[in-house]
């Protein structure tokens, strides 16, 4: 029977999220609320499936998202979910279809970057998405061993009860996170729906969510979520103290939660799923080998709209550079240290676009794969020439190595 692809009506929820969630190994009663809280989050134009007669085969998803730009502001992103192919229904094409329902769908609404979450880090690459963010899986295995440097002001922490933790942690988490790079903008109903959830499957046999704040001045400037998992081995306690997120609108704000988390006498190994990969923590303990890392690609994206995107973002250094990407050219310049940049479309060997009688601009060619990874400012253009995907004069590279970088490394808290 020929296969069909159509958006996914309410009363299809059921069937659209037991086809998704056989395909990665979970169950729907895992998470009893979540046709509910698909049809609060995402819009019923915006979710697709693949049809094999009356049988839903293989699924797909938009978020309406946000995320916060190098140097404040934010920009609307496509924020693809749910990607799921049967494996009776592998090799038909069928992915390629639902990317191209995703992606057209997205410009058709305006949005000028896409990005998600890769299950598997080998398929996205070739729809134009590039590794913009990453983070790091710490581990600190025995929290008892780990001392502080000295002398550092501390905040005070206190418990901070799910009422209250819903009252003030969304705007404790925008102030915090309005300069990082990379960060998804939450609006009410993400809080509500995905970061307060308490389903089964977020569990996985450890405690509910609990929340410690940081108080200064009377206000909360920081908050901790985390999980615990109790266990003891000889007699002696040896439970686990996973991290949900720590975030806190300054080091000394961030540096009293860790404190606070690395001293729970039950539970001295302490674990963060997703930290900044410039997180504070190895460079506030006297020994940083026992701050475990290990790094792994977190957000995707794909720069749909490049003159939209590039001009969203504010650079380190003022400067020039024309971007080939794909047969396409673009000129930007960026007026001043810490600038805005203007970028206006040109001709590949063209004079420059911006401005009359403006003197050739040294030209860089990529993928666009590489003006994701470089647009959060999370990698140098040296580094993606030395890999291939990106060409051009030294002068070329050393002026991309001068605008993109940014000193706040790219962070997306989550996945979706």
């Known amino acids: ?48 499936a693949a049809f094999d007669g009356g049988d839903v085969v293989a699924t797909s998803g938009t978020f309406d998202h946000a995320i916060a730009m190098p140097g404040g502001g934010q920009l609307a ?30 410009r058709r609404r305006g949005f000028p970057i896409s990005g998600l979450w890769a299950s598997e880090a080998s398929i996205y690459q070739r729809f134009g998405y590039g590794i913009a963010a990453e983070g790091d899986a710490v581990e600190v295995g025995d929290a008892r061993a780990v001392t502080f440097r000295e002398p550092r002001e501390l905040d005070a922490v206190v418990h901070v009860d799910e009422e209250r933790a819903r009252a003030e942690l969304p705007a404790i ?14 609006s009410a109903a993400w809080w509500r729906e995905r970061r307060f959830l308490e389903a089964p499957y977020m ?22 979520q985390f999980r615990q998992r109790a266990s003891f081995t000889d007699g002696l306690p040896s439970g686990s103290l996973d991290i949900v997120e720590l975030v806190g609108v300054d080091t ?30 190895p460079w506030i303990v006297t020994d940083a080998r026992r701050v475990k890392r290990r790094r792994t690609d977190t957000l995707w994206l794909r720069i749909e709209d490049v003159p939209a995107a590039l001009s969203a973002r504010r650079y380190a250094a003022g400067g020039a550079l024309r971007l080939e990407v794909e047969g396409e050219a673009w000129d930007l310049v960026v007026e001043g240290d810490g600038g805005r940049a203007r970028c206006a479309r040109c001709a590949p060997g063209a004079s420059a676009a911006l401005g009359a009688g403006a003197a050739p601009l040294p030209s860089l060619r990529l993928s666009r794969p590489a003006l994701g990874s470089l ?23 050393a002026m991309a190595d001068r605008l993109f970088p940014w000193p706040i490394a790219p962070w997306c808290p989550e996945i979706f």
């Open 1 to 48: 029977m020929a296969l069909s692809f159509r958006t996914v009506a309410d009363d299809e929820l059921p069937a659209y999220r037991a086809a998704m969630m056989a395909t990665f190994g979970d169950d729907p009663e895992s998470d009893p609320e979540g046709a509910a809280r698909v049809r609060a989050l995402i819009g019923p134009e915006q979710r697709w």
């Open 173 to 186: 988490y925008d102030r915090a996170t309005a300069g990082r790079p990379g960060a998804l903008i939450r």
């Open 252 to 281: 000394r704000a961030e540096a009293s939660l860790w404190q606070l988390a690395l001293s729970a006498d039950l539970f001295p190994r302490v674990t963060w799923w997703n930290a900044p990969v410039d997180d504070v923590l």
């Open 203 to 224: 569990r996985a046999g450890a405690s509910r969510r609990r929340h410690v704040g940081a108080v200064r001045g009377g206000a909360l400037v920081g908050y901790l």
């Open 375 to 397: 647009f959060l400012g999370g990698v140098f253009a040296t580094q993606l020439a030395r890999a291939g995907e990106v060409h051009g004069d030294p002068a070329a590279v």
């Open 77 to 106: 992103m496509a924020g693809l979910t749910m990607v799921s192919v049967r494996p009776t229904h592998r090799r038909r094409g069928i992915l390629r279809e639902l990317m191209r329902l995703h992606l057209e769908d997205a």
